[in-house]
């Protein structure tokens, strides 16, 4: 019976854990193609690597932020990123050498997949989004996140604001603002299970 049992709820779990991500929000899929996001690799994870990290990526943002200021849409930010990534190389180059190391540093403008990740209030569900990635040197330490389009990675972002301004719609900041609604919260609870599930 037990068994019975436990089958059951694994054939439910499964399926659940297939058909949820399936079936988004009412603007979910549209957040994917509105948005451009930062991913910034240290060569490893030693102390220093991760403390130049972050200061090529300070570099990075001061850079980019300035130069898609003011763009409205994702289109004229992915077309402004596309003109300057010699420049960013650079940029971040620039910032390795100064701070007395010789890592080569790659720059590309491409998809890749993120998992959820909250900034500031603001919720950013799991999928394939546009991603400015700079890798530095082996590119085998922990990384950084963040969105760089709409600008919600500086400070003085005010979320709902910014996401408006960059003509996210109603719904759509419904949905990175209020994550944990019921059924957003159904759809990633039942897959944390389904992973702890199958981690034992």
Excluded at 183 to 191: A, G, M, Q, V
Aim: with cysteine.
């Amino acid at each position: 019976m037990i068994k019975k049992i436990t089958i059951c709820f694994c054939t439910f779990v499964f399926i659940a854990a297939v058909l949820l991500p399936l079936l988004p929000l009412e603007g979910e899929a549209q957040v994917y193609d509105s948005a451009i996001r930062l991913h910034v690799l240290a060569n490893s994870d030693s102390e220093e690597d991760q403390a130049l990290k972050l200061k090529v990526r300070d570099t990075v943002l001061d850079f980019v932020s300035e130069e898609i200021n003011g763009c409205n849409t994702r289109y004229d930010a992915q077309c402004k990123v596309e003109d300057i990534r010699d420049d960013i190389t650079i940029a971040a180059q620039n910032r390795i050498y100064a701070e007395g190391y010789d890592y080569a540093v790659h720059v590309t403008l491409d998809n890749e997949y993120y998992p959820t990740r909250e900034y500031e209030g603001v919720k950013m569900p799991a999928g394939t989004y546009l991603s400015l990635r700079v890798l530095i040197g082996d590119a085998e330490g922990q990384n950084w996140w963040c969105v760089l389009y709409p600008p919600l990675c500086t400070s003085t972002a005010k979320p709902e604001s910014t996401l408006k301004e960059a003509g996210f719609t109603p719904s759509q900041i419904r949905i990175l603002t209020e994550g944990e609604a019921p059924r957003y919260k159904l759809k990633f609870k039942i897959l944390e299970i389904f992973e702890q599930y199958f981690d034992k």
